[in-house]
Nanobody, 125 residues
């Protein structure tokens, strides 16, 4: 089983950047697609971005395209989410997820096998 730990969240101003990290342990995750999701208070968890096992393919939710970048370093068992030009609508708890099977792009949360505990992002305007 893979355990995921997110880090890098915090309080920033609108327009600032943050880089979230998701470190995996337990076994290598290099064969797994990975994704980032977020959940704001009172809202359902929503897809943000996903990356294929080798890192060649990525896919983004429309509102973050051009601002967020997902990447992975399989040697370090870590997935990243670089978030630039943060907006007031971006605050949420951000979760990384991995494993499972499903059609690409992997935008459906029930398809993922393992999840991190989340890291909170707060954006002040």
């Amino acid at each position: 089983q893979v355990q995921l730990v997110e880090s890098g969240g915090g309080l920033v101003q609108a327009g600032d950047s943050l880089r979230l990290s998701c470190a995996a342990s337990g076994r290598t995750f290099s064969n797994d697609a990975m994704g980032w999701f977020r959940q704001a208070p009172g809202k359902e968890r929503e897809f943000v971005a996903c990356i294929s096992w080798g890192g060649r393919d990525t896919y983004y939710e429309d509102s973050v395209k051009g601002r967020f970048t997902i990447s992975r370093d399989n040697a370090k068992n870590t997935v990243y989410l670089q978030m630039n030009r943060l907006k007031p609508e971006d605050p949420a708890v951000y979760y990384c997820a991995g494993g499972g099977t499903g059609r690409w792009p992997r935008i459906r949360s029930p398809e993922y096998n393992y999840w991190g505990q989340g890291t909170q992002v707060i954006v002040s305007s």
